[in-house]
């Protein structure tokens, strides 16, 4: 319990709103890392998982090559590539991609694989071109499912973001690695509430969206 209100005093410190090391500044690096790793990893993800949806070709590829992605050590490989490529945001963002594409691509296909195969034959019938019935019908339908899938990768993202501190980089993981080296344990674990609250908020949004994009049902 003293530890816990020692990381809560640490956490609304003064000094702790300010500076390239305050929480703000931490807390958006942390941000960046996640969004532009999610944004990169949807527009690889989301269009292969539409069409193995919609053709139900390539989704045993598909779930062969995730499961894969997911049993890579993101230490390990994030270690890899800083030795290969430098200290850089590149190595961090590669491996968030790596780990975010799974859930994207499980998301996008069975999002379009979960609609009602009556409902596509009826668009069908009615002389909608195959890119229609995946544009008008499929993925509206799917997005819940979609929306789902990004959820489960940016909660992923937002834990493992924290392995960008371990090559030099920012972000919340910062106060992780230095309070864990400079046995400071109340700004180790400040840093691990962080990222908590961060990743529940995410979870709160991500909710909120895929109840606003499901359809209602009668």
Not at 76 to 90: C, D, K, P, Q
Not at 98 to 122: F, H, M, N, Q
Not at 170 to 183: K, M
């Amino acid at each position: 319990m003293t530890l816990f209100m020692e990381a809560l005093a640490w956490l609304f410190a003064p000094e702790q709103r300010m500076g390239v090391n305050g929480i703000p500044n931490r807390l958006a690096e942390h941000l960046g890392y996640t969004a532009l790793s999610l944004l990169i990893a949807a527009v690889i993800a989301i269009p292969i998982g539409w069409l193995i949806g919609h053709t139900g070709r390539g989704r045993q590829l598909a779930i062969g090559l995730s499961g894969a992605a997911r049993a890579l050590p993101s230490l390990g490989l994030i270690t890899i590539l800083a030795l290969l490529m430098g200290l850089s945001e590149v190595p961090a963002l590669i491996v968030l991609v790596v780990l975010a594409i799974p859930s994207i691509l499980a998301g996008a296909y069975a999002g379009v694989e979960a609609v009602d195969p009556s409902t596509v034959d009826a668009a069908r019938a009615v002389g909608m071109t195959e890119w229609q019935v995946l544009g008008k019908v499929e993925i509206p339908l799917g997005l819940p499912i979609l929306i789902g899938g990004l959820r489960n990768a940016a909660l992923q993202v937002v834990a493992t973001a924290t392995l960008a501190a371990y090559i030099g980089l920012g972000g919340l993981g910062r106060y992780i690695f230095s309070g864990l080296s400079t046995r400071n344990f109340e700004v180790m674990l400040g840093g691990a509430i962080l990222v908590a609250v961060l990743a529940l908020v995410l979870e709160g949004v991500f909710s909120l969206v895929q109840r606003m994009v499901a359809v209602p049902t009668r």
